[in-house]
């Protein structure tokens, strides 16, 4: 069965700590990897990975796949309390998109 | 503001009735992507159309349907609704065919009661 965990669950950091969140997969026909942002309202994309090893980078944020491993990691550095919000994972496969629960973050000043 | 927008944004209606959900995705964008989001279940993919075709298939019921119409907007339609299907629906548009959705709309809000 295909599936999409992440972890950690959940997470409290202060201002200026780094995170790493973890996505790891087991699914057939991968095609890519998402990461996005949801904090009161609708999901933001970050970044998409399909490639491994190949770091993608934006600000404060970065993420990387490994398809040998089958996990990606997103980083945030120097947290601040506009980064707090559920971080989700999703992985496309051929005809299908898998989600996995989600690691809500909290960003205490 | 993503660009996407979507109808009504809360819906309360009861048991058995049905109800449609609409989406305008982004200008230019061709692909459209609806998902369910509910407290026990996260976020579900239910299906993708690209101009016009349906692309991907996810956990959508039989009671649901979609299609995507010439000016590329989409509508959902969900019927002989149950108490389970209260949830956030959303909509979410891209250029492309894959690599998943780009910007997702507001959220349609449904309840059933």
């Not at chain 1, 057939?28 to 949801?38: D, E, I, P, V």
């Not at chain 1, 999901?43 to 040998?68: A, V, Y």
């Not at chain 1, 550095?77 to 996995?100: H, K, M």
Request: proline fraction near 3%; include cysteine; aromatic fraction near 10%.
């Amino acid at each position: 069965e295909d599936k999409v965990v992440q972890s950690p669950l959940s997470l409290v950091v202060h201002e200026g700590d780094t995170v790493t969140l973890n996505c790891s997969y087991e699914v057939t026909n991968f095609r890519s990897l998402l990461w996005y942002k949801q904090e009161k309202k609708a999901p933001t994309f970050l970044f998409m990975l399909t490639s491994s090893g190949i770091e993608k980078k934006s600000g404060r944020l970065s993420s990387i796949l490994d398809k040998k491993e089958l996990f990606s990691i997103l980083n945030i550095t120097a947290t601040q309390t506009g980064d707090s919000a559920i971080y989700l994972c999703a992985v496309e496969t051929g005809n299908q998109f898998y989600f996995g629960t989600g690691t809500s973050l909290t960003v205490i000043p | 503001d993503s660009g996407v927008t979507q109808t009504p944004k809360h819906l309360i209606t009861a048991t058995g009735q049905r109800v449609t959900l609409r989406c305008s995705p982004r200008s230019g964008d061709l692909s459209v992507y609806w998902y369910q989001q509910s407290l026990d279940q996260g976020l579900q993919f239910l299906i993708q159309y690209y101009n016009g075709e349906e692309r991907a298939k996810g956990n959508i019921l039989e009671r649901f349907s979609a299609q995507q119409f010439p000016d590329l907007h989409s509508e959902l339609n969900l019927s002989s609704l149950e108490l389970g299907d209260s949830a956030l629906y959303f909509c979410a548009s891209s250029v492309g065919g894959s690599g998943g959705a780009g910007f997702f709309g507001p959220g349609t809000r449904l309840t059933v009661l």
